[in-house]
């Protein structure tokens, strides 16, 4: 199977791309519940679950829209948040600016990284002084073209999510942070729906996007449960992103589609499991294989034979184990004499055949 990939990203050290294990970050998003505490606990939590980062968003309902009750700016369509305005959705689910460089010392001290997803050129001024190693465009700001320009200029890794994107606004996004000085690029299929139904997954995109533009690519997930991330791992994504959250039952903007602790490291398993297990192309015997090579089938003796009987189909047959002589010889092997009696259940070999072939004899 081709590889999904691609030139390498590198974030704080870590190689990103085909061959590498795949990068694992868990989405905090609005999962603290307005608790600092939670925030902390959140990201221990996720160390513990085999994460490889946690991410953050950083925007405020000012930067995000107004605030207003016209139509337009109301919540509907169907999703967990129908009848709220955008306003005060994002108010409700915002990260406080203060507590984000305060969150990533937390990470820092526990060894995992911590990132952010920008959602206006105020909030890349504001990462940039916190140090961040990687950038995340979220899906719905693929069509922000200064966005990306500025996170372009920071020279740091960019990951983008393509949900709602078509091909077009994929290349132009990728066109315009490489005009504007990024280099290491990675793109992450999306399905832009809360929860997400595998079936609207497509995971053969991943294939696409890696073709098409030459980077490692992955999977940003809102399905629910493990299955899909795991066939993406199949697959050979580079790296993934799942909602976190320490108790689905807390109520919240993203609690419902969020993944808790122990069901995030049953993920983590799961993918690290099928990375090993697509290894690379192999054929013939491994060294854990070597002790059962025994049991394949070769030539024995499976009736009692005297010096100079014939060996026929009936005294000599191909069985398991595989200590006798090669079943491709059989028909060499038919019609020969044996050189000495012959116990049944022995392994037959070329020493225990004397003379000629048995021959048929003809009539006139």
Known sequence: MVELLTPEITIAGRRIGSGQPAYIIAEMSANHHGDYDEAVRLVKAAKEAGADAIKLQTYTA????????????????????DGRTLYDLYKEAYTPWEWQPRLKRVADQVGLHLFSSPFDTTAVDFLETMQVPVYKIASFEIVDIALLQRVAKTKKPVIVSTGMATLAE????????????????????????????????????MRHLAEAFEVPVGLSDHTMGPHVPIGAAALGMSLLEKHFVMDRKHPGPDSAFSMEPAEFKDMVQ???????????????????????RIFRRSLFVVEDIKAGDVFTAKNIRSIRPGYGLHTRFLPQVLGRHAATDLARGTPLAWS?????????????
């Open 270 to 292: 799961g993918v690290r499991t099928l990375e090993k297990a697509r290894g690379s192309v192999h054929y013939g015997i491994n060294a854990e294989e070597e002790k059962s």
């Open 352 to 364: 225990h055949m004397s003379g000629e072939k048995e021959r048929t004899p003809t009539h006139a």
């Open 62 to 81: 000012d930067t995000l829209t107004i605030k207003s009750d016209l139509a337009h700016f109301r919540i509907q369509g169907n999703t967990l948040w």
């Open 170 to 205: 994929i290349e132009e996004a990728v066109s315009t942070l490489r005009h504007a000085g990024a280099t290491q690029i990675a793109l992450m299929k999306c399905t832009s729906a809360y929860p997400a139904n595998p079936e609207d997954s497509h995971l053969n995109t």
